[in-house]
């Protein structure tokens, strides 16, 4: 133990206080005894714990304990080995040094107790070293009064929660301090769709996209940015579990969303973990270790089904998942998002049994509407603070046969007041809106309708139109809408929506792709065949003028239509800087 360690010529501690004598003997006893670990538990946490080592065996026997099997340096190493981690320990030669140090159990409290001022120390070290660098920096004296208070409040909490059994009168509410708080004015987390502390759901069939759009969300609420037009808000430290896709799929979903190894932010991200399954208690300790060590404010689950061992349909399962890991995460005001598939009847919601959604403060539904549009929809709330529904647009480029970096953005569309119709023009959505407001019949053309969008000064493009009109011609006969008096007796194109504005068919994708990281096992979208522009001719003969030639866009080089083209713009909506998609962003 060094309680006077030595200081630099700046006044700032080189030597962190640690003791590890009295660690390694702590260690040593807890990890042949559930009484040892629960005696020195009541004292220390795993925080106390100076040595990293030492740590990860603290948290090994906690899981053991925690999942009703007493603790041994056999199964510890077991344990630790499934982990992948055995090198941490020595190759377990750790476990032996400190299974053979006997420790009379009458002696653990004392020890145990040297662990817990050794961390007292380091906290108080570290906190002057806070102050000394505020000073350094010019921090005004309120600044520095508020971390001195800030720090006496932490260490006060950690006595009423960590030593002996005062943590369980912790847990009664302070009526002072409670009706003090306006919870009213809580701030959602950027995206509106919950907020600090909720647990919410998010479920969707496959080909909607859920781990696309929850990976961009959390990506630009790790690093600070706005999502669906809300505004920015200080980047928010996330841990995301996923078992479900591939690392060759989360990299290029995170570069075509303009992401890199230095701007990552606070997302620390697990690919397949090790975790024990999260409706037991071992892998309650499991994600409760990986959250203290990353200091995670946001836990994803992606996907719910494959971190559970229980059935799916057994209300006991989600039972046990929320009584293992949820409640511990929301006691301690840990957000968390579960990413969850649609059952065989999508009215019905998620898979399942309807035990998984009674804990949550919100179950948000994503379908895809085809065009690029999702639908997401808040179905159960308990606050219900913030909106009920968003209609989005997901925007993505190719750039040869990748997906361009920065190319792939969700934006919130908007509605225009007076009309209700989508205020983003150009998709196949706006275009169908269009012609019907328009009262264009149902069996309309191609070249006819590429015509009226002219006429109208509306954009479109050849694929968004063809589109257009296949799911016009295949709508039943509708009175009020369809007015014309002779129908055609040709089928509808076998054309596919498109799955993203502004994709080229043509560039070499997997088969099957309709997205960044979905891969060919997964159900896709055909590119929509190139339709040949419009030209005008009597239809007599007479030679077709030459189409007059369209100023570009100046990132994705495609002609620019419509009213893009008329007012001077010089950048396609999907690259326009003002709706954050352009690769500058």
């Not at 007599?540 to 007012?567: F, M, Q």
């Amino acid at each position: 133990m060094n309680p006077h360690p030595p200081a630099d010529h700046d006044g700032l501690n080189l030597t962190t206080p640690h003791d590890n004598e009295a660690e390694d003997l702590v260690v040593g006893a807890v990890m042949h005894s559930t009484q040892a670990f629960n005696d020195a538990s009541a004292a220390i946490s795993r925080d106390d714990i100076y040595q990293p080592s030492r740590r990860l065996i603290w948290d090994t026997v906690a899981g053991l304990v925690a999942s009703g099997t007493g603790p041994h340096p056999v199964l510890i190493r077991a344990e630790i080995e499934k982990q992948g981690r055995l090198r941490e320990v020595d190759q377990g030669n750790l476990l032996i040094k400190l299974g053979t140090d006997y420790l009379n159990p009458a002696l653990l409290p004392a020890f145990t107790e040297r662990v817990y001022e050794s961390a007292r120390q380091r906290r108080y070290d570290a906190h002057s070293n806070d102050l000394k660098q505020a000073v350094r920096n010019g921090a005004a004296g309120d600044e520095l009064d508020a971390l001195v208070q800030a720090f006496h409040q932490g260490e006060q909490l950690r006595e009423n929660t960590g030593r002996g059994p005062a943590h369980l009168v912790a847990a009664l509410i302070n009526w002072d301090s409670f009706f003090a708080t306006d919870f009213g004015a809580i701030q959602l987390l950027p995206g509106k769709l919950m907020g600090p502390g909720q647990q919410i759901t998010l479920v969707g069939d496959g080909k909607a996209g859920k781990s696309l759009f929850c990976q961009e969300w959390m990506w630009r609420m790790a690093t600070g940015q706005s999502f669906l037009d809300d505004t920015p808000q200080p980047a928010v430290r996330i841990l995301y579990l996923d078992a479900e896709n591939g690392q060759e799929q989360v990299q290029e979903r995170f570069l075509s969303f303009g992401a890199g190894p230095r701007n990552m932010g606070q997302l620390r991200y697990a690919s397949f973990p090790p975790v024990r399954p999260l409706d037991t208690a071992g892998g309650g300790a499991d994600l409760i270790a990986l959250v203290k060590a990353t200091g995670a404010e946001l836990v994803v689950i992606d996907t719910v089904s494959r971190f559970i061992s229980g059935p799916e349909n057994d209300a006991d399962t989600w039972l046990s998942l929320y009584r293992h890991t949820l409640l511990p995460l929301k006691r301690d005001r840990i957000a968390s998002i579960r990413l969850d598939h649609f059952g065989k009847d999508k009215d019905r919601g998620g898979r399942g049994s309807s035990a998984k959604t009674q804990d949550v403060d919100h179950v948000w539904e994503l379908s895809a509407q085809g065009g690029g549009v999702l639908s997401l929809k808040r179905t159960h709330t308990r606050t219900g603070i913030g909106p009920d529904q968003f209609t989005i647009l997901r925007q993505a480029r190719r750039d040869g046969d990748n997906w361009a970096h920065g190319g792939t953005r969700h934006i919130a569309m908007t509605y225009e007041a007076d009309t209700g119709m989508a205020a983003v023009p150009g998709t196949v959505d706006h275009i169908i809106s269009v012609l019907d407001r328009q009262g264009i019949p149902n069996d309309t053309g191609n070249r006819a309708v590429r015509q009226i969008l002219a006429g109208l000064n509306e954009p479109g493009g050849n694929d968004k139109i063809a589109e257009a009109v296949r799911r016009r011609k295949a709508r039943p006969i509708q009175d009020g809408i369809d007015v014309s008096g002779k129908r055609s007796g040709d089928h509808p194109e076998p054309r596919f929506p498109e799955t993203f504005p502004g994709t080229h068919p043509g560039t070499g994708k997997t088969p099957g792709q309709t997205f960044p990281g979905n891969v060919a096992e997964h159900p896709g979208t055909p590119p929509v065949p190139h339709v040949p522009p419009s030209k005008r001719g009597n239809g007599e003969g007479t030679a077709e003028p030459e189409e007059s030639e369209k100023p570009l866009c100046t990132v994705c080089n495609t002609p620019l239509h419509g009213y893009r083209a008329d007012r001077g713009y010089d950048t396609c909506l999907g690259c326009d800087p003002t709706t954050g998609s352009h690769p500058a962003a």
